[in-house]
Every structure is written in C-alpha cells, then in structure tokens.
C-alpha cells in the first residue's frame, strides 16, 4: 500500500516502475494535489489499483483541526 501525501510516491512508482505496480494493494491519498492526480491517472485508464481520498473524510478534518493549530503555534 502506498500512504502518499501531494502524490509524488504515487506518481513516481507508476511512471518509472510500472511492473511493481502488481504488487500494490492501494493507495491512500491525502492532499488535495494528489487527489486531483488520481482523478487524472484515473480517468485516463493509468489507475491500475484502488485508491482512497482521506483528505475529504470527517475523521481528517477533525483531527486536523484539533492538533495541528496548536502544534503550528508551538512550532513558531
């Protein structure tokens, strides 16, 4: 499985090494920029594995706004 975020694994591992895509189970996406490259790769038939969009999910957007302001404010 890969676990991407903005879809450069995704990109990368399908352009360069299209026989190990065999052995892919799914990708799990979570930025806006990488979904929108598997709707691409999807519509024009190079999707050749499931893939899931975690960035529109509940879970992702609670979870965000909960930890990652604060963790920002720490961080500056």
Same mark, same amino acid.
């Given at each position: 499985?890969?676990?991407?975020? $903005?879809?450069? %694994? *995704? =990109?990368?591992?399908?352009?360069?090494? +299209? %026989?190990? &895509?065999?052995?892919?189970?799914?990708?799990?996406?979570? &930025?806006? *920029? $990488?979904? =929108?490259?598997?709707?691409?790769? &999807?519509?024009? $038939?190079?999707? #050749?594995? +499931? %893939?899931?969009?975690?960035?529109? &999910?509940? #879970?992702? #957007?609670?979870?965000?706004?909960?930890?990652? +302001?604060?963790? *920002?404010?720490?961080?500056?």
């Amino acid at each position: 499985m890969i676990l991407d975020d $903005g879809g450069d %694994a *995704t =990109h990368l591992l399908l352009k360069r090494y +299209p %026989a190990a &895509s065999n052995l892919i189970k799914g990708i799990v996406e979570e &930025s806006v *920029t $990488g979904v =929108h490259r598997l709707y691409q790769l &999807s519509k024009a $038939g190079k999707l #050749t594995v +499931p %893939a899931m969009n975690v960035n529109d &999910s509940v #879970t992702k #957007t609670k979870f965000d706004n909960l930890y990652c +302001p604060r963790e *920002t404010i720490v961080d500056a």
